[in-house]
């Protein structure tokens, strides 16, 4: 039996269900999306060694864990604001969040521990974000985290922004630089830039 016998659910009362809370809507997208990533992206033999982090370990950055020639890549995953969603003639345009589901502390390479929901520069390798909400079609775009923008908050210092990711971050289909719709050519910028800081 599945969950839905086990619940008690028919398929029409869980689109109800759906249907009437936004939020709730917003929640699954986020999840299915961390399910079809690596089945559309990470299944290439390329990739080795796919692990999905537990959402509550604090201790290891980002969603995903794989490696890729051989060296450890991190990936972090997030969505659309469903409510930012704009059609602009041919295409979209729209803003996710970027940012940690709560405020927490954390340690700047300069010592200092910030409060906050911003996520590291350099905490991740790639950011992969979920564009279902672009024409209702389960696409990426990718980019470096090193390509991310940072915060502008007045909450924080000049130098402790230039170490925190911007919370709120706009991307259009067709996708601008820096993002692109295919993860292996940021991969093997990622993977490039590792070997030769070990060198």
Known sequence: MGLLEDWGVTIEEL?????????LRGIL???IA???LPRLWFSDPRIGG???YDNHDRTRPGDFGFTYRG???????????????????EGY?????CDASDRRPVKLPN???????????GGFDLLAVNLFGFGQEWRFAFVKNED??????????????????????KVTWPLQPPFRDEPFALLDEIVSAKLKRRN
Do not use: D, W
């Not at 689109?15 to 939020?23: D, G, K, M, T, Y």
């Not at 345009?93 to 969040?97: C, D, E, K, L």
């Open 29 to 31: 997208v986020g999840f």
């Open 50 to 52: 796919l692990e999905r």
């Open 93 to 97: 345009a729209g803003t996710f969040q």
């Open 15 to 23: 689109n109800e269900i759906l249907a009437s809370r936004p939020s």
């Open 71 to 89: 060296v450890p890549v991190t990936v972090q995953v997030k969505s659309l604001q469903t409510n930012s969603i704009r059609i602009l003639g």
């Open 34 to 36: 961390e399910y079809k």
């Open 111 to 121: 010592r200092q521990t910030v409060e906050t929901t911003c996520l590291l520069v």
């Open 148 to 169: 991310l923008p940072h915060t502008k908050s007045a909450k924080y210092t000049r130098k402790q922004r230039q170490y925190l990711l911007a919370t709120s971050i």
